[in-house]
């Protein structure tokens, strides 16, 4: 470097500093040159903490609360949410624009964001949606393999880059920050979202962090990067029983190995925001617990980002009849929370934070630290630069080059659980009798958080089925025939493939507490076909290991294909021997449902160990 380049840099670090320091005394700047005329915060050549600070200095209290407050799009028109000043604006599970598509999403964006730049200080705001197989509310999105099977591919490479599809695709309708990943780790299979987990050892969900680095790009304000969210600390994966918002009854030694390393992984990749978790740890609501989101994720973690409650979350603190009160607005906000989803009650929380601040029950230190986290994300983004949709990205929106990855994702996810010689399928000169009610059906392999919250079965989202792949894949001579009961199976077939499973579903409502068995359905149509003395192949689309230690005998060949998304075929490539199964489980498969929690290391004898897997070559 010349010795002019190096003075005129080191000058220029001087007068950053000085500037920085006379803004963050407080000192008041007059304008030094018509070029600055306009104010500071805007000036994209300064310093980030020099642009909140002087953004700040100008903001009323107002301003500030509302920076803290998230509405749901279907709660609040564009006027409302300017009006509230709103930081942040989201679509919950499901709430779409019509039309749901790239374009419907990015006008009904760009209309928030036309609204919030026209208040005087011009805060661009934030959209947020769940992103965590894809784009996954949009209709056309690419749809990955849920987390269940991410874990099983192990393949944190494959997950960056399925992280940087996700934000590309995410970022071409205008939502700049996702609700993902989750990093819970899944402790009981009973839970309803152990399909979110990337597995039962930290290991996994800190291995597979990797996909945040892939959702925020090299830079944060890259187009085509997004806010990553580390989600849900803490200790979701542990309660009791696998009860969902439930109780994590454990030390804090069991937290702090089991629950918190892939937020330590989130954090030092990085990651822009964490979302709290709607669990109790040991009886007290993590949305309320100071000891967990300052002390520890902020304090010992040095988390610098900013922090967002869960939805609604805060009208759980205490227990009780849920609702938002002053006293949980209080102890939210001074626990450490720094944006609340409070999707209809925006403006009641609006109100309720104004008058504890007013009460001095949370000090305005509280409330400009949040703000300075939140602030400095907008502008790292570069959303005051680049505030509307970058709609030249909608080009590749569920593109092949997306939907081959995603293919191959699914390929690596497959666990190959059993092999009497009857797996690969031979593509040529071959007869195969395809049966059950996750065989053709792109809703139920795609599984909840897709199209809307719980997710649906039937032909809910373009792709493939893993019938269309069996059928596409099928070579001369060979006829696939399908019915969904097995109805019409006969000997004159080589080989009958059952695929079965369950159906989709989403959070509390997907708790088992009752089992991890097959449906009467699937066990019917099984039955079926093993009676016709065919050799039979089952293959499990699920969100979680089954109980399927009774049935286990009568079937020749058994596949787990976890919740594959749109790309339905790269389970058929796995059938025939396309790709040679590398899955290996990332979760303990038990005997029965009994033996639940069943956790590597806890001394029960799995029906699969977690890490089996076989391979064609290698039996
Ligand atoms: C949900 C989930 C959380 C999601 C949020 C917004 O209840 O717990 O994972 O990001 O609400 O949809």
Not at 81 to 107: F, I, Q
Not at 362 to 382: C, H, Q, W
Request: aromatic share 6%; net charge positive.
């Amino acid at each position: 470097m010349t010795s002019r380049l190096r003075a005129r840099r080191a000058l220029r670090a001087t007068q950053t500093a000085v500037l920085a320091g006379l803004l963050l005394s407080g000192t008041a700047l007059t304008p030094v040159a018509s070029a600055e005329r306009a104010p500071l915060y805007r000036n994209p050549r300064a310093p980030v903490p020099v642009r909140v600070a002087d953004l700040m200095k100008r903001m009323s209290l107002d301003d500030k609360i509302g920076q803290m407050t998230e509405g749901e799009r279907a709660a609040a028109t564009p006027r409302q949410a300017a009006d509230a000043r709103l930081g942040s604006v989201l679509s919950g599970g499901g709430s779409v624009p019509d039309p749901n598509s790239p374009a419907g999403w990015a006008d009904m964006i760009d209309g928030y964001q036309r609204a919030a730049l026209a208040t005087p200080l011009g805060i661009p705001t934030i959209y947020g949606a769940d992103t965590v197989h894809g784009h996954n509310n949009v209709h056309g999105a690419t749809i990955f393999p849920h987390n269940i099977g991410l874990g099983a591919a192990n393949d944190p490479r494959l997950v960056e880059r399925i992280g940087a599809v996700t934000a590309n695709e995410s970022a071409a309708t205008g939502v700049k920050w996702g609700f993902a990943p989750c990093l819970c780790v899944a402790r009981d299979d009973r839970w309803g979202r152990t399909y979110e987990s990337y597995g039962e050892l930290p290991r996994n969900a800190v291995a597979n962090s990797a996909i945040i680095n892939g959702l925020q790009g090299r830079k944060l304000d890259d187009r085509a990067s997004v806010l990553a969210t580390a989600k849900h600390f803490i200790g979701d994966g542990g309660t009791a029983g696998g009860v969902d918002q439930g109780d994590a009854r454990i030390s804090e030694r069991e937290l702090r190995e089991i629950h918190l390393p892939p937020f330590r992984a989130a954090i030092a990749r990085g990651v822009g925001s964490v979302m709290v978790s709607y669990n109790s740890w040991n009886g007290v609501k993590d949305h309320g617990n100071k000891y967990l989101i300052t002390d520890l994720l902020k304090g010992e973690l040095r988390f610098s980002g900013f922090v967002v409650s869960d939805y609604n979350g805060i009208d759980q603190i205490g227990g009780g009849t849920p609702g938002l009160t002053a006293e949980r607005v209080a102890q939210a906000i001074n626990a450490g929370i720094d944006m609340a989803m409070v999707p209809n009650d925006y403006v009641r929380f609006i109100g309720l934070l104004k008058g504890e601040v007013a009460a001095g029950h949370v000090p305005m230190s509280r409330i400009d630290d949040a703000n300075r986290r939140i602030l400095t994300k907008k502008f790292e983004l570069g959303l005051f630069e680049h505030p509307y949709t970058d709609r030249s990205l909608q080009k590749d929106f569920g593109s092949g080059a997306h939907r081959e990855l995603a293919r191959q994702a699914v390929r690596e996810s497959q666990v190959l659980l059993k092999n009497d010689g009857v797996l690969p399928l031979k593509k040529n000169g071959n007869r195969i009798f395809v049966a059950g009610k996750n065989a053709n059906d792109i809703g139920n392999q795609a599984g909840g958080w897709t199209l809307s919250w719980q997710g649906r079965s039937g032909p809910v989202i373009p792709g493939t089925t893993i019938l269309d792949g069996l059928r596409a894949g099928a070579g001369k001579n060979t006829t696939v025939t399908f019915d969904k009961a097995g109805n019409g199976i006969d000997k004159s077939y080589k080989v009958a493939v059952a695929v079965v499973g369950e159906t989709p579903y989403a959070e509390g409502k997907g708790d088992r507490p009752n089992g991890l068995g097959l449906d009467a359905e699937d066990l019917a149509t099984i039955a079926k076909l093993k009676a016709s003395g065919v050799p039979l192949v089952v293959v499990t689309v699920s969100g979680r290991v089954l109980d399927l230690g009774a049935q286990l005998p009568e079937f020749d060949g058994l596949v787990a294909a976890w919740l594959p998304g749109s790309e339905g075929a790269g389970v058929a490539d796995v059938l025939y021997g396309d790709y040679d199964p590398t899955g290996r489980l990332s979760f303990s498969w038990p005997k029965n449902s009994a033996q639940e929690p069943i956790n590597a290391g806890d001394g029960k004898q799995a029906l699969f160990p977690y890490g089996y897997g076989l391979s064609y070559r290698r039996h």
